[in-house]
């Protein structure tokens, strides 16, 4: 049981470059979310996805897709990545139910040069 | 906006003592609450939830809430060198599509001094 997974560790991209950062789950969660981790801004919600084919904007979507291919998998997509989103990005999942705990990979950490 | 205000540290507590963590926020509406510790270069790590007024405690941990007040707090006895990490409150609200979502507050870095 190896939880949330997040594929890569860490990636370095030059400006105008693309790439998907993979997150996957094995909890039989329904939700799954997309944070950022930036210093003195604390965790923001990038993108969500409340159940299996179902996607929303949270607090900071501009310049990200996202896909939820399945239940267990949500992934993140910068299409044209910028300096601004040199970040440390988490993915989570909770379970709908009424305790709401999220639980988080170990994180892809982010360099856009 | 729904806001989750902690102080941001250092709080530095000596080894073997209570070390006391505060968080306010501002929607009244929420009904879970949560404790996360990180530390360094790591991802958080859920540690205490609370829901209801009182204590509950797990361990060396205490969590206590204050709906009336709008105040959520984490008691660590006998802190030891390892607690030193950044603790996140996360304070629940309902999302569109009925999404669970958490607003975090920025973190309280405990620094335990052996």
């Known amino acids: 049981n190896a939880g949330v997974t997040q594929t890569p560790k860490f990636q370095v991209l030059k400006t105008g470059q693309s790439m998907t950062l993979q997150c996957a789950q094995d909890?039989?969660?329904?939700?799954m979310y997309w944070y950022r981790q930036d210093p003195g801004m604390g965790l923001r919600l990038i993108y969500y996805?409340?159940?299996?084919?179902?996607?929303d904007k949270g607090e900071v979507p501009n310049g990200y897709n996202v896909s939820r291919l399945n239940k267990r998998e949500f992934s993140l997509r910068l299409e044209s990545a910028a300096p601004s989103q040199t970040s440390v990005y988490f993915c989570?999942?909770?379970?709908?139910?009424?305790?709401?705990?999220?639980?988080f990979g170990p994180g892809t950490r982010l360099t856009v040069t | 906006q729904k806001e989750v205000e902690q102080n941001s540290g250092p709080l530095s507590v000596p080894e073997g003592a209570i070390a006391s963590l505060n968080c306010t926020y501002s929607?009244?509406?929420?009904?879970?609450f949560f404790w996360y510790r990180q530390y360094s270069g790591k991802s958080p790590e859920l540690i205490m939830s609370?829901?209801?007024?009182g204590d509950k405690e797990d361990g060396r941990f205490t969590a206590q809430l204050n709906k009336a007040s709008q105040y959520v707090s984490l008691l660590i006895r006998d802190s030891q060198p390892s607690d030193s990490a950044t603790y996140l409150c996360?304070?629940?609200?309902?999302?569109?599509?009925?999404?669970?979502?958490?607003?975090f507050g920025k973190g309280t870095h405990l620094i335990i001094q052996p």
């Open positions: 996360a304070v629940n609200h309902i999302m569109r599509g009925g999404a669970d979502g958490l607003t």
């Open positions: 996805s409340a159940s299996e084919g179902t996607t």
């Open positions: 989570a999942s909770s379970d709908r139910g009424l305790y709401y705990e999220q639980y």
């Open positions: 909890m039989n969660h329904n939700s």
């Open positions: 929607d009244r509406g929420s009904q879970s």
């Open positions: 609370i829901y209801s007024n």
